[in-house]
């Protein structure tokens, strides 16, 4: 299936950069940065989810020794270009505007929002100022259920707000009302993924410093798109490009929230302005399951219509999507879900009616997955009804939907958020699935599954099918150069948050330019040493800065080797770059990187080696428009302890395309956080509010996140590999394909445990009391 | 600084270097040894006791450096992970992590190394169960833990093969 790797570094588990600092203890995170006179920041945040802000007293907070100042929008108003954060992407959706504000003034939309900034000689110092910050309130009703928020009469998430539609928009095609008229079989359900919180181990954090003598601003942020915040500051604080500088430094996970900007990069920003200080806020964990964007809750009203044989007819139905108070990134969650539910399949008709509902509960922006997960989640549950009110095999249905490999590239009816056609490019998904089942021994399983209940152990198996959007365009730079000491410096605005970036640069760099990984440094992240940029997000970093790496390195080692042939005198076919120099094929002749990097550099009076433009520099831009589809299946065995509700994972199997894997250790490790991350939010990740959305999970005790007790045995992966044919690499993103088919396999796996039971899972997360309240439900059903 | 309470002068010995130095009385001990003896290898991920970053070698016992305060370790004997190498020869477990793709983002490696090396020393030759219940306290977001289970099995092996302690 792999075909055999004729590359030395690419496509080979080489060790990574990143790991010796990290091992070690030399990484540099954000909170590592320290400055002599360094100020401290805590927030003031609001304590209610709706209500309206009469006065701020910050007196008692001023007085207190080490206190340096206590800003609110009153203080920086004057000092900000517009008193709104509005970073949302463009879409004719929106029903009304909701940016945040960088401060709180008037009214509070959910709880957590900053109201006011306390800046003090230490972090406990300000954290004890900030406790004597007085801000009078006048509580509201709050919007906490997304789905009762749509009433016309429902409490507003914002005071005075017309209504509390943040964003409606259709998508679909074909005719959806002739399908269903005429179809043999109609299923109906209501579907729901809840909520989560990212809980990257490393929360946010921010440290800015004023450079008196070069006047330039830089912000250290643990960011996913440095350059897109720094675009946000200079206008914010009006500076110019060349005095705003923002790094993203050692990131430890990201996951999604940390490509938002955020009202506390701006505010400390301000802060080191203002006060001519260093300036640091560091998140703690109760904040950042408050103050971090969160991402999941749908409900999904769906339909599905089939002909006798299980083939499907039509989709349709209506998505309510939670949007949280505010629009800190766009419709992009809601408009991925509906555009991914039907991908794997052939569906001929499809309508989706989509409301994005505002609350007063955190902002929703992407959390690995960003919608997908939910969309799998419904369309493999209504594919798992079919087949149970068909009495087809679960997996048969499937594979009668598939799109089959010979219709590849595919192209479907849909169209991207930028309004670019969706084609599926490569791949074949019922190969993919086959693979899946033939590992996970689907066949067999049901003697297995008899035996155990034999004994009375419920035992079940599920699958599910997912394809993922992967390496959203238009592109990533990313500028290759060699230095006069030979050193290879690699420069892009992928900023790295755990995923190898930096590793995977590398790999691709020396490919071309000697096979040295130890010669080569990489910037991931920073808008100081490469002036366009993205950022990490999408599962884009190996396709889009990958493809321009690869771009880059080919041209410099063109270069390269035609300046060498006329220092050496060869022609240059006879050349090879092995290591820091370029030598003769088979040994002999040769010259060292570093002097052909020293000869390009030019000297007053002489030619350049090849008469070649100066410098061993290439910076390049490749743009890929169109996204990449990866694909795969996970098939899990779980068993339930029908007395407890208990849930145990037994069995992972993971067949799946990325297309060309770089490193396949990487990608694996990638896969396997992502199930990690899919399995918690089928069984253990709950974002609890309470009826005033006042959150009631705020602790990791509280909030649980899978532990190394609770994964099953390792997972057992099936590699397919059909390459892109829309990058040179032939390579898909795979940076969140582990979780997005999780909830859906386990919801799957469950169901059929429990099969005597004739129990119908609508709804993940799936706590040892949901179990055992849908056996109860089932039986008293039954009875 | 922190100008609102006393301070008082402790004595210390981290990583087989001894320190004396005046602190804050409510100074946690993750923060004196991040913030004071700016040994940074340290993480804080929840300041609660929960996800385990934070964990150093107290007198060879893990322990939550975010629960203690730095007062608390006056007259004691600690590691954290820049102790772990034998300079710049990396400890077995820090090498198998780098060879099974134990770490991702880093982030939770050093609380994970501090109590896995207790674990090697309790009990060098564990099962695949025992290293998990060993770091069911530790949280990781990014690898699942597979590759940090298996590093540590294959670290285990290769420690007793060598007689490394
Ligand atoms: S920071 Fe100490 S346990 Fe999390
Ligand atoms: S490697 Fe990122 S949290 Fe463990």
Same mark, same amino acid.
Request: proline share 5%.
């Given at each position: 299936?792999?075909?055999?790797?004729?590359?030395?570094?690419?496509?080979?588990?080489?060790?990574?950069?990143?790991?010796?600092?990290?091992?070690?203890?030399?990484?540099?995170?954000?909170?590592?940065?320290?400055?002599?006179?360094?100020?401290?920041?805590?927030?003031?945040?609001?304590?209610?989810?709706?209500?309206?802000?009469?006065?701020?007293?910050?007196?008692?907070?001023?007085?207190?020794?080490?206190?340096?100042?206590?800003?609110?929008?009153?203080?920086?108003?004057?000092?900000?270009?517009?008193?709104?954060?509005?970073?949302?992407?463009?879409?004719?959706?929106?029903?009304?505007?909701?940016?945040?504000?960088?401060?709180?003034?008037?009214?509070?939309?959910?709880?957590?929002?900053?109201?006011?900034?306390?800046?003090?000689?230490?972090?406990?110092?300000?954290?004890?100022?900030?406790?004597?910050?007085?801000?009078?309130?006048?509580?509201?009703?709050?919007?906490?259920?997304?789905?009762?928020?749509?009433?016309?009469?429902?409490?507003?998430?914002?005071?005075?707000?017309?209504?509390?539609?943040?964003?409606?928009?259709?998508?679909?095609?074909?005719?959806?009302?002739?399908?269903?008229?005429?179809?043999?079989?109609?299923?109906?359900?209501?579907?729901?993924?809840?909520?989560?919180?990212?809980?990257?181990?490393?929360?946010?954090?921010?440290?800015?410093?004023?450079?008196?003598?070069?006047?330039?601003?830089?912000?250290?942020?643990?960011?996913?798109?440095?350059?897109?915040?720094?675009?946000?500051?200079?206008?914010?604080?009006?500076?110019?490009?060349?005095?705003?500088?923002?790094?993203?430094?050692?990131?430890?996970?990201?996951?999604?929230?940390?490509?938002?900007?955020?009202?506390?990069?701006?505010?400390?920003?301000?802060?080191?302005?203002?006060?001519?200080?260093?300036?640091?806020?560091?998140?703690?964990?109760?904040?950042?399951?408050?103050?971090?964007?969160?991402?999941?809750?749908?409900?999904?009203?769906?339909?599905?219509?089939?002909?006798?044989?299980?083939?499907?007819?039509?989709?349709?139905?209506?998505?309510?999507?939670?949007?949280?108070?505010?629009?800190?990134?766009?419709?992009?969650?809601?408009?991925?879900?509906?555009?991914?539910?039907?991908?794997?399949?052939?569906?001929?008709?499809?309508?989706?009616?989509?409301?994005?509902?505002?609350?007063?509960?955190?902002?929703?922006?992407?959390?690995?997955?960003?919608?997908?997960?939910?969309?799998?989640?419904?369309?493999?549950?209504?594919?798992?009804?079919?087949?149970?009110?068909?009495?087809?095999?679960?997996?048969?249905?499937?594979?009668?939907?598939?799109?089959?490999?010979?219709?590849?590239?595919?192209?479907?009816?849909?169209?991207?958020?930028?309004?670019?056609?969706?084609?599926?490019?490569?791949?074949?998904?019922?190969?993919?699935?086959?693979?899946?089942?033939?590992?996970?021994?689907?066949?067999?399983?049901?003697?297995?599954?008899?035996?155990?209940?034999?004994?009375?152990?419920?035992?079940?198996?599920?699958?599910?099918?997912?394809?993922?959007?992967?390496?959203?365009?238009?592109?990533?730079?990313?500028?290759?150069?060699?230095?006069?000491?030979?050193?290879?410096?690699?420069?892009?605005?992928?900023?790295?948050?755990?995923?190898?970036?930096?590793?995977?640069?590398?790999?691709?760099?020396?490919?071309?330019?000697?096979?040295?990984?130890?010669?080569?440094?990489?910037?991931?992240?920073?808008?100081?040493?490469?002036?366009?940029?993205?950022?990490?997000?999408?599962?884009?970093?190996?396709?889009?800065?990958?493809?321009?790496?690869?771009?880059?390195?080919?041209?410099?080692?063109?270069?390269?080797?035609?300046?060498?042939?006329?220092?050496?005198?060869?022609?240059?076919?006879?050349?090879?770059?092995?290591?820091?120099?370029?030598?003769?094929?088979?040994?002999?002749?040769?010259?060292?990187?570093?002097?052909?990097?020293?000869?390009?550099?030019?000297?007053?009076?002489?030619?350049?080696?090849?008469?070649?433009?100066?410098?061993?520099?290439?910076?390049?831009?490749?743009?890929?428009?169109?996204?990449?589809?990866?694909?795969?299946?996970?098939?899990?065995?779980?068993?339930?302890?029908?007395?407890?509700?208990?849930?145990?994972?037994?069995?992972?199997?993971?067949?799946?395309?990325?297309?060309?894997?770089?490193?396949?250790?990487?990608?694996?490790?990638?896969?396997?956080?992502?199930?990690?991350?899919?399995?918690?939010?089928?069984?253990?990740?709950?974002?609890?509010?309470?009826?005033?959305?006042?959150?009631?999970?705020?602790?990791?005790?509280?909030?649980?996140?899978?532990?190394?007790?609770?994964?099953?045995?390792?997972?057992?992966?099936?590699?397919?590999?059909?390459?892109?044919?829309?990058?040179?690499?032939?390579?898909?993103?795979?940076?969140?394909?582990?979780?997005?088919?999780?909830?859906?396999?386990?919801?799957?796996?469950?169901?059929?445990?429990?099969?005597?039971?004739?129990?119908?899972?609508?709804?993940?997360?799936?706590?040892?009391?949901?179990?055992?309240?849908?056996?109860?439900?089932?039986?008293?059903?039954?009875? | 600084?922190?100008?609102?309470?006393?301070?008082?002068?402790?004595?210390?010995?981290?990583?087989?270097?001894?320190?004396?130095?005046?602190?804050?009385?409510?100074?946690?001990?993750?923060?004196?040894?991040?913030?004071?003896?700016?040994?940074?290898?340290?993480?804080?991920?929840?300041?609660?006791?929960?996800?385990?970053?934070?964990?150093?070698?107290?007198?060879?016992? =893990?322990?939550?450096?975010? *629960?203690?305060?730095?007062?608390?370790?006056? $007259?004691?004997?600690? %590691?954290? @992970? &820049?102790? !772990?190498?034998?300079?710049?020869?990396?400890?077995?477990?820090?090498?198998?992590? =780098?060879?099974?793709?134990? *770490?991702?983002?880093?982030?939770?490696?050093? $609380?994970?190394?501090? %109590?896995? @090396? &207790?674990? !090697?020393?309790?009990?060098?030759?564990?099962?695949?169960?025992?290293?998990?219940?060993?770091?069911?306290?530790? *949280?990781?977001?990014?690898?699942?833990?597979? $590759?940090?289970?298996?590093?540590?099995?294959?670290?285990?092996?290769?420690?007793?093969?060598?007689?490394?302690?």
């Amino acid at each position: 299936m792999i075909a055999p790797v004729d590359t030395r570094i690419v496509g080979h588990s080489v060790e990574r950069l990143e790991d010796r600092a990290l091992l070690m203890g030399q990484a540099r995170f954000v909170d590592d940065i320290a400055f002599p006179g360094m100020l401290h920041i805590a927030f003031v945040r609001s304590p209610h989810a709706h209500a309206l802000i009469n006065s701020i007293d910050k007196s008692a907070a001023l007085d207190m020794p080490g206190v340096h100042a206590v800003l609110t929008m009153d203080d920086i108003a004057p000092l900000l270009a517009d008193r709104l954060l509005k970073v949302a992407l463009p879409s004719p959706a929106y029903r009304q505007e909701l940016h945040r504000p960088v401060l709180a003034d008037k009214e509070v939309v959910h709880v957590g929002e900053a109201i006011a900034a306390v800046i003090a000689e230490s972090r406990y110092v300000a954290e004890d100022a900030a406790a004597l910050v007085f801000v009078d309130f006048d509580t509201l009703p709050v919007a906490n259920d997304c789905r009762d928020a749509m009433a016309p009469d429902a409490p507003r998430a914002h005071h005075g707000a017309p209504h509390n539609i943040a964003a409606e928009f259709d998508m679909g095609y074909g005719d959806c009302v002739s399908a269903f008229a005429g179809a043999a079989h109609v299923l109906k359900e209501t579907y729901w993924q809840h909520r989560g919180v990212a809980q990257s181990m490393e929360c946010r954090g921010v440290v800015a410093n004023l450079d008196p003598m070069s006047d330039v601003l830089t912000l250290w942020s643990s960011t996913q798109t440095p350059h897109a915040g720094k675009r946000v500051l200079c206008g914010l604080l009006g500076r110019d490009e060349d005095k705003m500088r923002v790094i993203t430094p050692d990131v430890g996970g990201g996951f999604g929230p940390k490509l938002v900007f955020y009202p506390e990069e701006a505010i400390v920003a301000l802060a080191a302005q203002m006060l001519q200080a260093p300036v640091k806020w560091i998140e703690d964990r109760r904040e950042h399951f408050v103050a971090t964007t969160q991402e999941r809750d749908q409900y999904w009203d769906m339909e599905i219509a089939v002909d006798a044989q299980g083939k499907i007819l039509g989709l349709r139905g209506l998505l309510i999507h939670d949007h949280g108070a505010y629009t800190a990134r766009g419709v992009n969650i809601a408009y991925g879900s509906a555009a991914a539910i039907t991908l794997p399949y052939v569906v001929p008709n499809y309508f989706l009616d989509i409301k994005l509902v505002a609350t007063n509960k955190v902002s929703v922006t992407p959390i690995r997955g960003a919608g997908q997960p939910q969309a799998v989640f419904v369309m493999e549950r209504l594919l798992d009804r079919v087949a149970r009110e068909l009495k087809i095999d679960r997996a048969e249905v499937r594979r009668r939907n598939l799109v089959p490999g010979a219709a590849m590239p595919y192209k479907t009816p849909l169209k991207t958020r930028g309004g670019m056609q969706v084609v599926l490019d490569s791949g074949d998904y019922p190969a993919t699935q086959k693979a899946a089942l033939d590992a996970a021994g689907w066949e067999d399983f049901k003697i297995r599954q008899n035996d155990a209940r034999a004994q009375g152990r419920y035992i079940g198996i599920g699958v599910a099918n997912y394809v993922e959007g992967t390496g959203r365009g238009p592109f990533e730079p990313v500028s290759v150069r060699v230095a006069e000491n030979g050193r290879i410096h690699v420069a892009s605005g992928a900023a790295a948050m755990g995923q190898s970036t930096k590793t995977m640069l590398a790999q691709v760099v020396a490919e071309q330019l000697g096979c040295d990984m130890s010669n080569i440094v990489v910037v991931a992240g920073d808008t100081g040493a490469i002036e366009l940029g993205m950022g990490g997000f999408n599962s884009r970093q190996a396709v889009m800065a990958g493809s321009s790496a690869h771009a880059a390195a080919l041209k410099i080692r063109k270069k390269i080797l035609l300046v060498a042939s006329h220092m050496l005198n060869v022609g240059e076919q006879a050349l090879e770059i092995e290591g820091r120099v370029v030598r003769l094929k088979g040994g002999g002749a040769q010259v060292e990187l570093a002097e052909i990097a020293k000869a390009v550099a030019g000297l007053p009076g002489y030619y350049i080696p090849g008469n070649v433009e100066p410098g061993l520099q290439a910076t390049e831009h490749v743009i890929i428009n169109d996204m990449t589809y990866a694909n795969g299946t996970c098939a899990v065995e779980v068993e339930v302890d029908v007395e407890t509700g208990l849930v145990t994972v037994a069995r992972v199997v993971f067949a799946h395309d990325c297309g060309k894997m770089l490193h396949p250790k990487i990608v694996e490790g990638q896969i396997i956080g992502g199930i990690a991350h899919g399995l918690g939010n089928a069984l253990f990740e709950w974002m609890a509010y309470d009826e005033n959305a006042q959150p009631v999970s705020n602790t990791l005790a509280e909030y649980l996140l899978i532990t190394a007790t609770e994964m099953p045995p390792p997972v057992e992966f099936v590699h397919l590999e059909s390459p892109s044919p829309l990058n040179e690499l032939g390579i898909k993103g795979v940076g969140e394909s582990g979780v997005i088919p999780m909830t859906a396999a386990v919801a799957s796996a469950i169901e059929d445990a429990l099969a005597p039971f004739n129990v119908n899972i609508t709804k993940v997360p799936l706590s040892p009391p949901d179990i055992i309240a849908l056996i109860d439900a089932a039986t008293r059903k039954g009875a | 600084m922190d100008s609102a309470v006393d301070t008082r002068t402790i004595s210390l010995t981290v990583n087989g270097k001894a320190y004396s130095k005046a602190v804050s009385v409510r100074m946690t001990l993750a923060d004196f040894l991040r913030h004071e003896l700016r040994l940074t290898g340290t993480h804080v991920g929840c300041e609660h006791g929960v996800c385990g970053a934070c964990t150093i070698l107290f007198d060879g016992m =893990s322990a939550r450096s975010c *629960l203690m305060l730095a007062v608390q370790a006056n $007259g004691h004997e600690l %590691t954290t @992970v &820049e102790g !772990l190498a034998n300079g710049d020869e990396m400890h077995p477990l820090q090498q198998a992590l =780098s060879e099974h793709h134990g *770490l991702q983002c880093g982030f939770c490696t050093p $609380g994970m190394l501090t %109590t896995l @090396v &207790e674990l !090697l020393r309790d009990n060098p030759s564990p099962s695949a169960d025992d290293v998990r219940i060993a770091i069911s306290g530790n *949280l990781c977001r990014c690898t699942g833990y597979e $590759g940090i289970i298996s590093a540590t099995l294959d670290a285990a092996e290769k420690m007793r093969a060598g007689g490394v302690k």
